[in-house]
């Protein structure tokens, strides 16, 4: 019903797409928009709307076309996301190497320092600057390792088994306060994934 549909629209589309309807009604043009109807079941509903002038019982009347290109936007969406989580990975990994840089100027001084002091209170800074210096080190040497390691694209690839791959690594970067426990589905399916992507993500 015609009125049914002014009341799934935004009130900011149903104004823009009453002055369509004005437009056309007065001269004939075909045009476009996109605008959202409220759905009860499945929320928002993206849509396309192509309108053009006709005749209706002899008088102007407006045509008007929608498509649902909701499947379409989510795509975009989930591509938008996948493409920034891609970007997010490789600045981590190149993070990783100028701190991995750094660290190879820190460590060597910082043993330089412990080798050829003799005062306790030195000393005990030196090593407490190397331990976590090393422990910084084996870190990011495993992330770029991981790296390294993993092609990128997609195949098909079993959770719980990169989880515990990935065990290790977990164990590093969140320390020896945390301890982590897997509670894993054996009979989860493979998926078709990026396996390094899933990494980063995590």
Request: aromatic share 6%.
């Amino acid at each position: 019903h015609g009125d049914h549909f002014w009341t799934l629209l935004s009130e900011k589309d149903r104004s823009a797409i009453r002055d369509i309807f004005h437009r056309i009604e007065d001269r004939p043009e075909f045009l476009e928009r996109e605008f959202q109807l409220e759905h009860a079941e499945t929320g928002k509903v993206h849509c396309l709307g192509t309108f053009i002038q006709t005749l209706f019982s002899g008088k102007p009347a407006v045509l008007c076309e929608i498509k649902d290109i909701t499947r379409l936007r989510n795509l975009e969406q989930q591509m938008l996301r996948a493409q920034r989580m891609e970007a997010i990975g490789n600045l981590a990994i190149n993070v990783a190497h100028d701190f991995n840089n750094i660290l190879g100027a820190i460590i060597p001084n910082a043993q330089l320092l412990l080798n050829e002091t003799a005062q306790p209170e030195l000393q005990k800074r030196a090593k407490a600057i190397l331990y976590m210096a090393r422990r910084a080190a084996k870190l990011t040497g495993r992330l770029l390792t991981y790296s390294d390691s993993e092609e990128t694209g997609e195949k098909r690839i079993n959770l719980n088994t990169l989880l515990k791959d990935g065990r290790a690594m977990f164990e590093s970067l969140l320390g020896p306060a945390v301890s982590i426990h897997f509670d894993l589905n054996t009979a989860l399916p493979d998926i078709l994934g990026d396996p390094q992507h899933f990494m980063q993500i995590l």
